[in-house]
Structure formats: structure tokens, C-alpha cells
């Protein structure tokens, strides 16, 4: 902050800077700092003359997020097969590291397989192969693919344990 006491001529050109509540600000020599967010009141008062002062307020508000936009991406899959009406999750690596990962998906060949455009997750819907393909919504240019394989779901093969006997008697003349 820049202050001007005033008449030019006064013997005491000194102020006091103050901010009410603490916490929200650091005050150093013509220097505010934000330090939490909030609203406060800043108060200069000339030390040759306490009532001589000016009030405003100020508002510290959170700094804006920094993005790193990707420069690759690389699509991660625990197998790149998915068992027919099963879901698969996919999801992104990029670089460089703490690059932001937001992404449209998209799928070849719905009919084999479709992916939800937001998260990444495939759902195998006829057997067959396709690509799936993620694409930076930051930087259109930056995608990756992958190609899954959706293979028949595995036969489950339920063993059902005897609960109890009925005997019915017939008698023959």
C-alpha cells in the first residue's frame, strides 16, 4: 500500500496499519498479504494523530487452481480383455506428472463395446475387438488408445448341495 499524510508540512508522516480480524492478512512495511480467506478491515492511522485515520475493507480470496495441461496421455487397464456384459475401468497416465487427466472417452464400435465418455469405464456388449480412445479435454490434440478384446463371460458352474430326502410309497395289488 502506498500512504500520503497530509499537510505535506506535518512534523509526523509515520502510520500505524492494522487489520481487524488478525489472521486473514500479514502486514509488513507497505505490504498486505493475504494469508486465509475472509474479509477484513484495514485501518491506517497517522501516529502523529490517532484520529486521523482511513478505513477500507479487503477481501482475500483462494488463489486460482494451476492447470498443468498434459503433453501425453497413456491409457491404463488391469487386462485389455472384458468379459462379455462386464465392465472394465480404464483409466489415464499423463505427463508431465500432476498433468490434468480430464478426458473424453469414446469407443469404435459401440456395438461391441461402450465406454462412459466421462470415467473411462467399458461395458463388453457383443464378442469382438475395439478401440477405445481417450482425449485430453484440455488439449485436443493429446489422446491415447487401447485396444480391448470382449470374450465370452465365463460359464459359472453352480454347485447346488442336497437340503433333504422325500420318499413316497406306492403299493402295488
Same mark, same amino acid.
Not at 463371460?153 to 422325500?166: H, N
Given at each position: 500500500?502506498?500512504?500520503? !499524510?497530509?499537510?505535506?508540512?506535518? &512534523?509526523?508522516?509515520?502510520?500505524?496499519v492494522t487489520?481487524?480480524p488478525?489472521?486473514?492478512?500479514? =502486514? *509488513?512495511?507497505?505490504?498486505i498479504?493475504?494469508?486465509?480467506?475472509?474479509?477484513? &478491515?484495514?485501518?491506517?492511522?497517522? !501516529?502523529?494523530?490517532?484520529?486521523?485515520? /482511513?478505513?477500507?475493507?479487503?477481501? +482475500?480470496?483462494?488463489? #486460482?487452481?494451476? =492447470?498443468?495441461t #498434459?503433453?501425453?496421455?497413456?491409457?491404463r487397464?488391469?487386462?485389455?480383455?472384458?468379459?462379455?456384459n /462386464?465392465n472394465?475401468?480404464l483409466?489415464?497416465?499423463?505427463?508431465?506428472?500432476?498433468?490434468?487427466?480430464?478426458?473424453?472417452? &469414446?469407443? *469404435?464400435?459401440? *456395438? =461391441?463395446?461402450t +465406454?462412459?465418455?466421462?470415467n473411462?469405464? +467399458?461395458?463388453g456388449?457383443?464378442e469382438? /475387438?475395439v478401440?477405445?480412445?481417450?482425449?485430453?479435454?484440455?488439449v485436443?490434440?493429446v489422446?491415447?488408445?487401447?485396444?480391448?478384446t470382449?470374450i465370452?463371460?465365463?460359464?459359472?458352474?453352480?454347485? =447346488?448341495?442336497?437340503t433333504?430326502i422325500?420318499?413316497?410309497?406306492?403299493?402295488?395289488?
Amino acid at each position: 500500500i502506498t500512504t500520503e !499524510v497530509t499537510p505535506s508540512n506535518a &512534523t509526523n508522516k509515520n502510520v500505524r496499519v492494522t487489520a481487524n480480524p488478525a489472521g486473514i492478512v500479514e =502486514i *509488513s512495511t507497505k505490504t498486505i498479504k493475504g494469508v486465509a480467506e475472509g474479509e477484513v &478491515t484495514i485501518t491506517v492511522t497517522a !501516529v502523529g494523530d490517532t484520529t486521523v485515520k /482511513k478505513e477500507f475493507k479487503l477481501v +482475500v480470496k483462494p488463489a #486460482p487452481a494451476v =492447470i498443468i495441461t #498434459p503433453e501425453t496421455f497413456t491409457i491404463r487397464a488391469a487386462k485389455a480383455e472384458v468379459e462379455l456384459n /462386464k465392465n472394465l475401468n480404464l483409466s489415464i497416465d499423463a505427463t508431465p506428472e500432476g498433468a490434468n487427466k480430464e478426458a473424453t472417452w &469414446t469407443s *469404435s464400435d459401440e *456395438s =461391441i463395446a461402450t +465406454v462412459n465418455a466421462s470415467n473411462g469405464m +467399458v461395458l463388453g456388449k457383443a464378442e469382438g /475387438k475395439v478401440t477405445i480412445t481417450a482425449t485430453s479435454t484440455r488439449v485436443p490434440t493429446v489422446s491415447a488408445s487401447i485396444e480391448i478384446t470382449v470374450i465370452p463371460a465365463e460359464e459359472v458352474i453352480v454347485d =447346488i448341495q442336497p437340503t433333504g430326502i422325500t420318499v413316497t410309497l406306492s403299493s402295488s395289488e
